[in-house]
């Protein structure tokens, strides 16, 4: 398949992400309430017996009506036409897209790393860009992640796409998003993240063109901010700096086309009207962004290199606390002072399973190979660590005060083995000689 080769980002840190000039709500899972056209949202009540405008109340579910309040999720639409106008369906092929469990025997328990996979040529949207690394648990189930790259140069302009089987947490990594949601726009750059609810319908648009990035499909708990405990009220992931989308609506007519995915297939129907016909909405089921410069990193200002689980941004908990069904954990610019200590990641093997993303920049532990747009899985206690140069220069560097700039990456960690893809154990991508940068790392010991 012929490929469009995309540029790699500068290596350097990018300022706060531009204005993209859409406005916005703040806060993460507050109850947010807008509308596109003045008086079209209801007053006092939810469901009136008469909708102001002719329009259709709708209710839309993220949990159970009877989980607690303070994890409750639910949004009331005023729409323009109510979505059970849909159907039938019939089944869509896209075979690169698959769902937990996978079926195939699982790889060996061995370091797997992959080289940064190129745009397609040929016409290409984010449905059909869409291609399964990796999964875990069982999406009907409702455990565990599946872990997708997609690789698209053409906008969704006349289908639309909905996720029965879980969240979208999207990570952008060359070119910027236009996410379209039944609640409005988010405009969504490298460097940023996004996160779709199960359920709602979007389309995407690619207003730089060739565009690739890392997508989670979470079909456990929804993500959640990570709990702060002893540091305190302040610092990780802040609430107010979580943007939701204002209400903002199209009424046009078909033909379109809607993609869903729903236990684990692909299914289309056709559509008469536009599904983004919300004319103000609201609730706390909502598609957010936030800019991963903003994360407010905690770091050792004495000695010793710090678990990861600091840096976490969103997590989904699964039945047993503090293990998570998926931690979403960035590796930001930051300032590193460890006195007397080993500064990147230690050698390690941990029975958690992690699938990392570099988004632009280089990876302290991994000096080379490991590329942006490229990816790595290490899973439960599978031995990893900094490659063979990191640890050499590590080892005898001057500890002055050194900040971590140009560099952005990303992890998702989960309790579930992560079950690689038979295309993600046989593509070309595969790095063979992974395992080499260890290989160097000879016996120091002295009696």
Known sequence: MSAVKIKTLPQREPAATPADELDYAAGFHNEHATEALAGALPQGQFSPQAVPFGLYAEKFSGTAFTVARRENRRTWFYRIRPAVRQGPHVAYAQPRLLTAPLRNAFGPPDPLRWSPWQVPATPTDFVDGLLTLAANGDAALQTGIGIHVYLANQ????????????????????????LDTECGRLAVAPGEIAVLPRGMKCAIGLPDGPSRGYVCENYGAALRLAERGPVGSDGYANDRDFLVPVARYED?????????????????????????????????????????????????????????????????????????????????????????????????????????????????????????????????????GPDEAAHRKASSVELRPERYAATLAFMFESRYLIKPSEFALHCPELQGDYAQCWQGIESQFRA
């Open 155 to 178: 906008s969704m302009s006349e289908r639309f796409f909905i996720d029965h089987d879980g969240e979208l947490l999207f990570v952008p990594q060359q070119g910027r998003l236009w």
């Open 252 to 384: 046009r007519r078909g033909p379109f086309e809607l993609i869903t995915k729903a236990g684990g297939q692909l299914w289309r129907c056709d559509l008469p009207y536009s599904p983004l016909d919300v004319v103000a909405w609201i609730g706390t089921a909502v598609p957010y962004k936030y800019d991963l410069l903003r994360f407010n990193t905690m770091n050792t200002v004495s000695y010793d290199h710090p678990d990861p689980s600091i840096f976490t941004v969103l997590t989904s908990p699964s039945d047993t606390a503090g293990v998570a069904n998926l931690d979403f954990v960035i590796f930001p610019p930051r300032w590193m002072v460890a006195e007397h200590t080993f500064r990147p990641p230690w050698f390690h093997r941990n029975v958690m399973s992690e699938f990392m993303g570099l988004i632009y920049g280089a990876y302290d532990a991994k000096e080379r190979g490991f590329e942006p747009g490229g990816a790595s899985l290490h899973n439960c206690m599978v031995p990893h």
